[in-house]
């Protein structure tokens, strides 16, 4: 079963324009991380933001995470054509990267 | 590029048969976890493991089993294969240290086909 659910499901911008993608998630975790996945292909790390955190930055990426809503969003600023692909969060609720995942949402940029 | 090499890319199998996939984790990682990516969904947690043991299982039968090699590569075994396997397969791996475990990276996953 998977634990966390992106929202939207699907998303199409055009380039420059903002992306955000939300994920919520059930149980108590540990971290929250954002993965990136081109074309069914392997998972590419975003970025990683822990359970004391509330909001990180990465490049265009931000991430915050609202543990009291179990709630987390990545925005990523000034989209790019080469942007688009599915976007996954992913709980950990202990200290091993024993990851679960939600369904993903699926960005298209448009150029 | 993460360094996790898993092979073969692609593989097509019969009903009933056995299935082999391999992972070779990034230099200097002890942790090799895998999971199964059936199409339009999320990546599902098989099993991990850690100094070639199994470290942690999720909601996967007994005909899912697994392996990790004194080099830290693993493998991961798939008996009496079923239409529903068919998924990509996805190897991450990650360093522990002082207890703590570090990012996962994965591999480009291996597409299993089942028939």
């Known amino acids: 079963s998977q634990q966390g659910e992106e929202d939207p499901q699907a998303l199409s911008i055009q380039e420059g324009e903002n992306a955000t993608m939300n994920c919520s998630y059930k149980?108590?975790?540990?971290?929250l991380q954002w993965y990136r996945q081109n074309s069914g292909r392997g998972l590419v790390h975003l970025i990683l933001?822990?359970?004391?955190?509330r909001e990180k930055h990465s490049g265009r990426l931000r991430v915050t995470l609202d543990t009291s809503k179990k709630s987390s969003s990545l925005l990523i600023t000034a989209s790019r054509a080469a942007d688009t692909a599915s976007y996954f969060c992913?709980?950990?609720?202990?200290?091993?990267?024993?990851?679960?995942f939600g369904a993903g949402t699926i960005l298209r940029v448009k150029s | 590029e993460t360094g996790v090499t898993q092979s073969p890319t692609h593989l097509i199998k019969t009903r009933g048969q056995q299935v082999t996939l391999r992972c070779s984790s990034q230099?200097?990682?002890?942790?090799v976890s895998w999971y199964q990516q059936a199409l339009g969904q999320g990546p599902q947690f098989i099993f991990q493991?850690?100094?070639?043991?199994?470290?942690g299982r999720g909601n996967f039968p007994p005909r899912f089993s697994g392996l990790q090699f004194p080099n830290y590569s693993s493998e991961l075994n798939v008996n009496a294969l079923e239409l529903d396997d068919s998924a990509l397969y996805l190897c991450?791996?990650?360093?522990?240290?002082?207890?703590?475990?570090?990012?996962?990276?994965f591999g480009q996953g291996t597409r299993l086909t089942v028939v």
């Open positions: 493991y850690y100094r070639e043991e199994e470290n």
């Open positions: 933001i822990r359970s004391n955190e």
């Open positions: 991450a791996s990650s360093g522990r240290t002082g207890g703590l475990v570090g990012e996962a990276f």
């Open positions: 149980t108590s975790i540990n971290n």
């Open positions: 230099s200097g990682h002890n942790t």
């Open positions: 992913a709980t950990d609720a202990g200290y091993g990267n024993k990851l679960v």
